[in-house]
């Protein structure tokens, strides 16, 4: 039986997007005043949990979300490029209701196959990245507790990848709310539970 080591997933806070893009990769997207208060309370959640690292995506957003995080425990952030969100063709677009881009056959083109998917990373690939990311973080902190700020998409596919589901799924169905703490905890090298909680509401 070796010691349990946790893994926090953290979900950046909410994003200051005007415009309502998908922004995806973009860069520049920071938070919005909520986000900043949102990211405060999980920084306070996970204030007296024994925290050796804190690593984000290198996206604006995961980098703000893990600052107060990292500041409470006296570190600074890391940066591991397999937390970062996954690639999506349409990301720029204004995709939200009424915005007319989905009357666009170019658009219609890119969602012919949920299953891959045809508009952006396939599945899989996000799962093996991160994969990687846990593995590497888990080794730092085994025996301790360590973050990782990351998106909504990556984090549930890691979710269902760890848990032996399927990777194509409803993304209204993500358990994954802006600001949540998906947490893993191992034995050793095995994963022996997952616990989801919403600090900052939600």
């Given at each position: 039986?070796?010691?349990?080591?946790?893994?926090?997933?953290?979900?950046?806070?909410?994003?200051?997007?005007?415009?309502?893009?998908?922004?995806?990769?973009?860069?520049?997207?920071?938070?919005?005043?909520?986000?900043?208060?949102?990211?405060?309370?999980?920084?306070?959640?996970?204030?007296?949990?024994d925290i050796v690292a804190v690593?984000?995506?290198?996206?604006?957003?995961?980098?703000?979300?893990?600052?107060?995080?990292?500041?409470?425990?006296?570190?600074?952030?890391?940066?591991?490029?397999?937390?970062?969100?996954?690639?999506?063709?349409?990301?720029?677009?204004?995709?939200?209701?009424?915005?007319?881009?989905?009357?666009?056959?170019?658009?219609?083109?890119?969602?012919?196959?949920?299953?891959?998917?045809?508009?952006?990373?396939?599945?899989?690939?996000?799962?093996?990245?991160?994969?990687?990311?846990?593995?590497?973080?888990?080794?730092?902190?085994?025996?301790?507790?360590?973050?990782?700020?990351?998106?909504?998409?990556?984090?549930?596919?890691?979710?269902?990848?760890?848990?032996?589901?399927?990777?194509?799924?409803?993304?209204?169905?993500?358990?994954?709310?802006?600001?949540?703490?998906?947490?893993?905890?191992?034995?050793?090298?095995?994963?022996?539970?997952?616990?989801?909680?919403?600090?900052?509401?939600?």
């Amino acid at each position: 039986m070796g010691e349990h080591t946790h893994v926090h997933l953290v979900r950046h806070g909410e994003v200051y997007n005007p415009d309502g893009v998908l922004y995806g990769r973009l860069p520049e997207f920071h938070l919005s005043e909520k986000g900043k208060q949102q990211a405060a309370a999980v920084a306070d959640a996970l204030a007296d949990r024994d925290i050796v690292a804190v690593i984000a995506s290198p996206l604006q957003r995961a980098q703000e979300t893990a600052a107060p995080i990292a500041a409470r425990h006296g570190l600074a952030v890391d940066t591991d490029p397999d937390l970062i969100e996954s690639t999506n063709v349409l990301q720029g677009r204004k995709l939200s209701p009424g915005s007319g881009a989905w009357r666009d056959p170019r658009v219609w083109w890119h969602l012919r196959n949920p299953f891959t998917p045809s508009w952006g990373e396939p599945y899989t690939q996000i799962a093996a990245r991160m994969v990687t990311a846990v593995d590497k973080a888990r080794a730092r902190a085994a025996g301790h507790e360590v973050v990782c700020v990351s998106h909504q998409l990556p984090i549930w596919t890691l979710r269902l990848q760890l848990t032996g589901k399927r990777l194509w799924h409803n993304p209204r169905r993500r358990r994954c709310a802006i600001a949540s703490v998906t947490t893993l905890i191992y034995d050793g090298d095995r994963l022996v539970d997952v616990v989801y909680t919403t600090p900052a509401g939600g």
